[in-house]
């Protein structure tokens, strides 16, 4: 079977081209053994070439059939984060809600960054803890004095 599948890729083969590595490794296997392994290999390509000419094979083979049939929905509907460098966050990172380190940042600054996220967010809810007891403390105030 290989001597025929070796004969039948040389005679589709220009004769003033090169061979590539594996047909070269098949001309080696089916000729080392055999008795006139050249002379029989050159007469079974010639052999091939007559029937090429002839259009002895000219079969039209049915279209490749589709393994995964699915395989476009799963792709869609796979979500893989997208490539970044190595020392680049893949995805957003989330500490706290509110507290985000973007994705790309590089990650030995997260840390840093989500710290001052972390200092900015607490800071803001005392100031806004702080006005809200002195507007209590006026809406208070007007009440009493009323």
Same mark, same amino acid.
């Given at each position: /079977?290989?001597?025929? /599948?070796?004969?039948?890729?040389?005679?589709?083969?220009?004769?003033?081209?090169?061979?590539? +590595? /594996?047909?070269?490794?098949? %001309?080696?296997? @089916?000729?080392?053994?055999?008795?006139?392994?050249? +002379?029989? &290999? #050159?007469?079974?390509?010639?052999?091939?070439?007559?029937?090429?000419?002839?259009?002895?094979? *000219?079969?039209?083979?049915?279209?490749?059939?589709? %393994?995964?049939?699915?395989? *476009?929905?799963?792709?869609? +509907?796979?979500?893989?984060?997208?490539? @970044?460098?190595?020392?680049? &966050?893949?995805?957003? %990172?989330? #500490?706290?809600?509110? @507290? @985000?380190?973007?994705?790309? /940042?590089?990650?030995?600054?997260?840390?840093?960054? &989500?710290?001052?996220?972390?200092? =900015?967010?607490?800071? =803001? +809810? #005392?100031? *806004? $803890?702080?006005?809200?007891?002195?507007?209590?403390? $006026?809406?208070?105030? &007007?009440?009493?004095?009323?």
């Amino acid at each position: /079977m290989r001597f025929a /599948m070796t004969a039948k890729t040389l005679s589709h083969i220009p004769e003033d081209k090169c061979l590539n +590595e /594996m047909t070269a490794k098949n %001309v080696k296997k @089916v000729t080392q053994f055999r008795d006139n392994g050249m +002379e029989t &290999l #050159r007469g079974m390509v010639s052999k091939m070439k007559e029937h090429k000419a002839a259009k002895w094979d *000219d079969r039209i083979l049915p279209a490749p059939k589709r %393994v995964y049939l699915y395989e *476009d929905r799963n792709k869609r +509907e796979m979500h893989y984060p997208e490539q @970044v460098d190595d020392w680049m &966050l893949p995805n957003p %990172v989330l #500490r706290e809600p509110g @507290v @985000v380190a973007p994705k790309g /940042m590089r990650v030995n600054l997260a840390r840093g960054y &989500l710290e001052k996220q972390m200092n =900015k967010k607490t800071t =803001k +809810e #005392r100031k *806004d $803890a702080k006005r809200l007891g002195e507007v209590d403390a $006026a809406l208070a105030d &007007l009440s009493l004095s009323t």
